[in-house]
């Protein structure tokens, strides 16, 4: 089983920079891929970015792409993802998941933390 927390997001305004974060308990294993997602209302759920715990795998959303960075601290089994230049679409409940590299699907995720971008 694998925990996943997040953390970070809040009310900024369009441009702003936010930074969120997801604590990961339990059976974090090397050979896991972390990934963000997140969900607009009356939108389906979207893939935001990606990475392994061992730095490869990295990938992300063309709407996010140069913008949005995903990093981890093995250490602490934290996974981040900074988001700058934040525009009023990013608005979202944004959740961090997580599946083994030979899976494509995700089997655990976190609660969400809501981000809401204002003009």
């Known amino acids: 089983q694998v925990q996943l927390v997040e953390s970070g997001g809040g009310l900024v305004q369009a441009g702003d920079s936010l930074r969120l974060s997801c604590a990961a308990s339990g059976r974090t294993l090397s050979n896991f891929v972390m990934g963000w997602f997140r969900q607009a209302p009356g939108k389906e759920r979207e893939f935001v970015a990606s990475?392994?715990?061992?730095?490869?795998?990295?990938s992300y959303a063309d709407s996010v792409k140069g913008r949005f960075t995903i990093s981890r601290d093995n250490a602490k089994k934290t996974v981040y993802l900074q988001m700058n230049s934040l525009k009023l679409e990013d608005t979202a409940v944004y959740y961090c998941?997580?599946?083994?590299?030979?899976?494509?699907?995700?089997?655990?995720w976190g609660q969400g933390t809501q981000v809401t971008v204002s003009s």
């Open positions: 998941a997580s599946r083994s590299r030979g899976s494509l699907r995700y089997d655990y």
């Open positions: 990475a392994a715990w061992t730095g490869d795998m990295l």
